[in-house]
């Protein structure tokens, strides 16, 4: 059975997104009593992933390097500071070889909430493996699913979430992948990714929403007040965000968090 309760149970709607590079658990433990769930990471299980991510590192943009040697140890680390937000915690990961992340997952799994994959890295480095978005792509359906059933026999407690992106693939497609591998998560964290426009796809969001009802939905993309995460979780259990932490937008997450309890009583 899986630990879901204490998902259900939160009072903060408000989940820090996951950022590689910058939401490892020194970042995160700065925000005490803010969000409901924090996830950090993206973390590379696997030296193909490891090597991607040092050259996604090498064109000037932030990554989480850490030597595979003592990964495990590492990433318990990150997630025991992350816990002094007193949040939830859930650790963002990527890897090819199952063989090579599963004592680190196991690991992770002793220690954090949820377990989420990154089915959303649209980097090419990663890309080129068939994993982060390219994993949503009917095509690449097996490997998902070999990835999921992998996990699942593992029969960990801790929940599987996939991080996913809107309109990377259409949604019929991504219902016909979602759909081949349902049994196997229990979250979606999706970034509601809007081409060219700078507001998140709301519609694609209600979608999921009503299809994967039986789901714990994380919505996200472009919320930085409270109107704007009124708006989302409509269609959502929590809102999630990203850039308007790095921009140290978050006062309206107090006051969010304060009209939710409130809405409650
Ligand atoms: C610098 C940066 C790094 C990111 N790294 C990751 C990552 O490692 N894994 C992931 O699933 N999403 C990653 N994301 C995506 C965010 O989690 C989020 O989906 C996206 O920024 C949209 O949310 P926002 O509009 O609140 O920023 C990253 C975003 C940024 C800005």
Redesign the pocket.
Known sequence: MKNLNKIYKLDKKIVL???????DGDFCKNYTDLFGIT?I??FNLDSKTDIASKSILKRG????IYDLEDLSEKIVLEIKKAKESKSLVSV?V?FDDFLAAKKTLVQISKYADII?I?C??RQEEITNLNLGQNLLKLENNLKLKEILTQIDNLNLKTPIFL?I?ANFVNFEELTDSLNNVKDYFEGI?I?C?NPKKNY?DLDYLKKVWENFNEKIIIG?????SIESAKKMIEYCDFV???????SKNIEWIYEFNKLMSETKK
């Open positions: 997104a996951p950022m590689a590079g910058i939401t996830c990471g993206a943009r932030k990554e989480f963002n990527r989420e990154n959303h890295c991080k992106r964290h970034d990714f998140p996200n993309n472009s919320v930085n999630s965000v990203a850039r308007s932490v790095i």
